[in-house]
């Protein structure tokens, strides 16, 4: 084929990269952010049940009313907001909810504003929307952006800015501070937020997430991710939702009905009823994560690896400068073949990675028999 790509920059994912490098070498996996246990068993009952009950065909475009109508009540609760049913659409995993709304709300020669490092599938929407990517570069060790860095990017040719917390790689969680500055830094502008809080359930150390669905300055312009496969350990599944004002949610339903038009039904009934028999199930979550955290952070306290701050997601960011003053790229590259533990190198989310910075990903969403055997080679 001879047409020009429309992402010619474009390869393999350094996900598929580093769990094949991990295969062949048979390294421990820490690379790539999915669990390596299973889910609750009375989830999987109820979804069972459902197939044999019959719920094998189309669900409405925006999902099951059943399902939606629980997650309006939860999201209404916890944020003190209000919300409609009608602003709710089940979608196939968080980043199909991402690519539809960037697809839907983003024109040719837009301007989207993206916080480095990111999450891998946020640029190729962008561009493939035709829109320009402005990066505002977080620096380390607490990765917030600034007012200066917000009032610079964003401008009257901003139609979108892209959050997300708590933050996958760094772990870091915008606080009421972050917030504001961007209320007002898009106070008078006319662009979409969109939040990305896959991981709205793991916060650590008695922090509470802070949802843009409870900012009643972004009623009329947010739209908001959530993903069941993080919260329920079955990130093969993809399914979550969006939830949005008004417009942008119409916009968005305008695409996703000829994107994925409705979702797996049997998975939509039984979480339905899974929540409905167990609503406390999302309480212990951030303990639970919490736990691996520490066992992973204490293991690392015996090396001389530096550990940042983690404050949500189950990915632990560490420096190894007193071990290499190589990129990070090569670094986990050999951390892979010679101690057998597969990292993710954090420049591949940036436009442009800092120059100093030597810094890896871990995955800690890992059993404990994992998580230890993983620092043995460490160590």
């Known amino acids: 084929m001879s047409r020009p790509s ?14 094949a490098l991990a295969q062949e070498y048979d390294a421990i996996n820490l690379s790539q952010g999915f669990p390596n246990f299973e889910g609750d068993p009375r989830l999987y009952q109820a979804v069972i049940q459902a197939i044999q009950n019959g719920q094998n065909q189309y669900a409405p475009m925006q999902g099951l009313p059943r399902l939606r109508e629980l997650i309006l009540s939860s999201v209404n609760e916890r944020y003190t907001a209000q ?8 979608t196939s995993g968080a980043s199909q909810a991402i690519f539809t709304a960037i697809q839907a709300l983003v024109h040719p020669g837009d301007e989207v504003v993206v916080f480095d490092p990111s ?11 035709g829109g320009k990517v402005i990066s505002i570069p977080l620096q380390a060790p607490d990765f917030l952006p600034t007012a200066a860095q917000l009032e610079n990017a964003i401008s009257d040719r901003t139609s979108m800015v892209l959050v997300n917390s708590p933050h996958n790689p760094t772990g870091q ?5 972050e917030w504001t500055l961007l209320e007002e830094a898009i106070e008078g502008k006319d662009c979409v937020v969109l939040s990305d809080e896959v991981y709205e359930h793991l916060v650590f150390d008695e ?13 009329d312009r947010v739209l908001a991710c959530f993903s069941f496969g993080k919260s329920f350990h079955v990130t093969g599944w993809k399914i979550g939702y969006m939830i949005g004002s008004t417009e942008p949610m119409k916009e968005f339903n305008k695409v996703h009905q000829y994107n994925v038009f409705c979702v797996h039904r049997p998975s939509q009934a039984g979480i339905a009823q899974f929540l409905e028999e167990h609503p406390d199930y999302f309480s212990s979550l951030s303990g639970f994560y919490q736990r691996k955290r520490e066992l992973l952070q204490q293991g690392l306290a015996e090396t001389d690896f530096k550990v940042y701050p983690c404050q949500g997601t189950y990915f632990q960011l560490v420096d190894y400068s007193a071990y290499s003053d190589e990129p990070d790229t090569l670094f986990a590259e050999r951390l892979t073949k010679e101690k057998g533990v597969a990292t993710i190198p954090i420049s591949v989310f940036y436009d442009e990675p800092p120059r100093d910075q030597k810094c890896v990903r871990i995955c800690f969403a ?8 993983a620092l043995a080679r460490l160590k």
């Open 6 to 19: 429309k992402l010619p920059d474009t390869g393999t994912t350094i996900f598929t990269v580093m769990s």
């Open 207 to 219: 922090m509470q997430h802070i949802s843009a669905l409870g900012r009643p300055r972004l009623k």
């Open 173 to 177: 969680c915008w606080t009421e501070r």
């Open 83 to 90: 919300w409609q049913m009608e602003d709710i659409t089940i």
């Open 119 to 129: 999450y891998d599938c946020y640029k190729p929407a962008i561009y493939l929307a």
């Open 366 to 373: 890992k059993t404990e028999g994992l998580l230890q055997e």
